[in-house]
Each structure stands twice: as structure tokens, then as C-alpha cells.
């Protein structure tokens, strides 16, 4: 069975710093991972996905994340930090193997970007 | 190039009334996912379909849930005899066909109201 773990309910960071929102996995296949952002009132955008290659994959507003196998993690991270990435974030999983299509999402964290 | 459009954003039943949830995909997509959102939670994977086949209903209450996606139209969530539990955000995405690698593109959802 997949899961997706985000362990902080919410991060506090203030604006210009880097920031990271952790997310731990587990999946049967090889993993295909994605990070999604949601605004209030609004559905989930897309961020990033790490499918295979290269372990550090780079998205949206200048977000990346850092794909490493041995420990199960695809953390999201953030050099400078903005007010305006002030949102809710998703991890997913997707089980790799043909014929599993769905997600499966972690509780999601808070990022709260203070000026 | 319009993105998921769900109809309506809004929508509020009484106990035991019937609600239909609609859903259009992306232009070009054929593969459409529906997942429940609770207050403060994740978003949970209810149904996969393709046009006129339901894929995978692993998520789906076994009681009073349906869905569909007809070969012209939107897909079509109906929850039959709605109960207050039934109130929450529910979210139709899209993906490309082909490619399980591809990104689910999502609505902005459709919250529901069980008065």
C-alpha cells in the first residue's frame, strides 16, 4: 500500500529565508512523486514531480526538491522565501508500476512566510 | 486553454436529497480522478475513470456513490440520499492519456454543503 507522511503541520519561515516542507514516502513500485500547492477556496496546482533521473528536479516559482531513495524522502525546498508562497502543500505518491494511476496524498503543511 | 472546470462551486443539500457534481477535464485529457477533501485533511482518491469505464473505484463508499464519464459530456459524481457526513471539498482532475508520469491537473472543486 502507498503512503505519504508530511510530519510538520505547519512551517514558519521568515521572508527571504530558505525554507523546507518535508515528505517521506512509502510505495511498492518505484515511485513517482509530486509536490502540489493549494490556495485557499482553490483546487491543487502543480509543483514539481520526480519520476527518474536526475534526484534534484526543479518547478514552478522557483521551487525544487531533492529526491533520495535510501531515505524514503522528497523534500520541497525554497532558497529565498516569498510572503506570497504563503499556502497549503501536498505531497503524492504514485505507485510507478502499470495499471496504479491514483495518488495518494500526505495531511499536507502549512508554509506560513512572514515579511 | 481552459483548465478542470467544476460546476457548481458551490452547492448545498438538505439530508437526503441527491447531489451531482460535475466535472470537465482538460482539452486533449481522457483520464479523470475524483477525490474527497475533509476539513483540514488531505485529499483522499475516491474513483478513476476513462471515457464511457470506470478503472479503479477502490475509494468509493460502497452505498449511495456513483460516478460516471460518458463518451460526450462531463463526468458526473452523484452522492444519492446525502448525509451530513457527505459535506466536504471534492475535486475532479485530469491527465493526459498515455503516460503515467503526467501530472493530474485539478479543479478548483466543488464544496458541499449537507444541511
Known amino acids: 500500500a502507498q503512503s505519504v507522511a508530511q510530519p510538520e503541520d505547519q512551517v514558519n519561515v521568515a521572508e527571504g529565508n530558505p525554507l523546507t516542507v518535508k515528505c517521506t514516502y512509502s510505495?511498492?513500485?518505484?515511485?513517482?512523486l509530486f509536490w502540489y500547492v493549494q490556495y485557499p477556496n482553490r483546487g491543487l496546482q502543480f509543483l514539481l514531480k520526480?519520476?527518474?533521473?536526475?534526484?534534484l528536479v526543479k518547478g514552478s516559482y522557483g521551487f525544487e526538491a531533492e529526491f533520495n531513495k535510501s531515505q524514503t524522502s522528497f523534500h520541497l525546498k525554497k532558497p529565498s522565501a516569498l510572503v506570497s508562497d504563503s499556502a497549503l502543500y501536498f505531497c503524492?505518491?504514485?505507485?510507478?508500476?502499470?495499471?496504479?494511476?491514483?495518488?495518494?496524498f500526505g495531511t499536507g503543511t502549512r508554509l506560513l512566510v512572514s515579511p | 486553454n481552459a483548465g478542470v472546470m467544476q460546476n457548481p462551486r458551490h452547492l448545498v443539500r438538505r439530508r437526503g436529497q441527491e447531489a451531482r457534481l460535475r466535472c470537465s477535464p482538460m482539452?486533449?485529457?481522457?483520464?479523470v480522478y475524483w477525490y474527497r477533501q475533509l476539513p483540514e485533511e488531505g485529499l483522499k482518491f475516491m474513483v478513476y475513470?476513462?471515457?464511457?469505464?470506470?478503472?479503479?473505484e477502490s475509494g468509493m463508499p460502497k452505498e449511495r456513490f456513483s460516478a460516471e464519464f460518458p463518451k460526450e459530456g462531463p463526468s458526473i459524481l452523484r452522492i444519492q440520499q446525502v448525509v451530513r457526513g457527505d459535506s466536504a471539498a471534492y475535486f475532479c482532475?485530469?491527465?493526459?492519456?498515455?503516460?503515467?508520469?503526467?501530472?493530474?491537473?485539478f479543479g478548483d472543486g466543488t464544496r458541499l454543503s449537507i444541511l
Open positions: 482532475a485530469s491527465s493526459p492519456p498515455g503516460g503515467g508520469d503526467q501530472p493530474q491537473h
Open positions: 510505495v511498492s513500485g518505484n515511485p513517482y
Open positions: 520526480y519520476i527518474t533521473g536526475d534526484n
Open positions: 503524492a505518491v504514485r505507485d510507478g508500476r502499470t495499471g496504479f494511476q491514483k495518488l495518494v
Open positions: 482539452k486533449g485529457h481522457s483520464h
Open positions: 475513470l476513462q471515457k464511457e469505464n470506470i478503472i479503479d
